[in-house]
């Protein structure tokens, strides 16, 4: 089974702020990760499919990136409205979680 | 628009039984997969079944650790998607949650519904 690990676990960054978060595989998925956002009490919502294609309505702040192992999200100017849950998904075989990236504003 | 909507949750003795139900409208549901992904508290996401459409013969697929104890079927003519739950244990204590599966993976997903296995 493809193990997934996110990192950090938690991240506290300031409004404006460039924000980074990790996910890495722990064998090669090729481009087969998406990046979903989850607010507290909502379902989640896909933000980034395949590494680094953007869905459709989703800000331009977001985007993603990687290949292989490593992926990064990117929140280029923290919003007052990112606050929430990040956790990639990886669908390269099967689907496997990562563990979630908890997003606060300092 | 897309809409999901999942029903049937609720409080299960431990060994009891439940049926998720998953009701959708806004999309050609013949065209989709749909799967169920659930969340224990404070916990990260864990897939748990897939059910393919009549283009693939409606295979289903469960993760290993439910498999036997979980069910997935779907009804084209309601356009909903149903998960049945048996032998439930504390571990089954999750928000579970029904999504569609396009091209571009889980792009849609209901609120989720609360199932609480305790005596």
């Known amino acids: 089974d493809i193990q997934m690990t996110q990192s950090p676990s938690f991240l506290s960054a300031s409004v404006g702020d460039r924000v980074t978060i990790n996910c890495k595989a722990s064998?090669?998925?090729?481009?087969?990760l998406n990046w979903y956002q989850q607010k507290l009490g909502e379902a989640p919502k896909l933000l980034i499919y395949?590494?680094?294609s953007l869905q459709t309505g989703i800000p331009s702040r977001f985007s993603g990136s990687g290949s292989g192992t490593d992926f990064t999200l990117t929140i280029s100017s923290l919003q007052p409205e990112d606050v929430a849950t990040y956790f990639c998904?990886?669908?390269?075989?099967?689907?496997?979680f990562g563990g979630g990236t908890k997003l606060e504003l300092k | 628009e897309v809409q999901i909507l999942e029903t049937g949750g609720g409080l299960v003795k431990p060994g009891g039984s439940l049926r998720l139900s998953c009701a959708t409208s806004?999309?050609?549901?013949?065209?989709?997969?749909m799967n169920w992904v659930r969340q224990a508290p404070g916990k990260g996401l864990e897939w748990v079944a897939q059910?393919?459409?009549?283009?693939?013969?409606?295979?289903?697929y469960y993760a290993e650790s439910l498999e036997g104890r979980v069910t997935i079927s779907r009804d084209d003519s309601k356009s909903s998607v149903y998960l049945q739950v048996s032998s439930l244990r504390a571990e089954d204590t999750a928000i579970y949650y029904c999504?569609?599966?396009?091209?571009?993976?889980?792009?849609?997903w209901g609120q989720g519904v609360m199932v609480t296995v305790s005596s």
């Open positions: 999504t569609r599966e396009g091209i571009t993976l889980f792009d849609y």
């Open positions: 059910i393919r459409n009549k283009n693939y013969n409606y295979a289903t």
């Open positions: 395949n590494a680094n």
């Open positions: 064998q090669n998925i090729n481009r087969y």
């Open positions: 806004g999309f050609n549901f013949n065209d989709y997969f």
């Open positions: 998904l990886q669908h390269n075989s099967w689907r496997t």
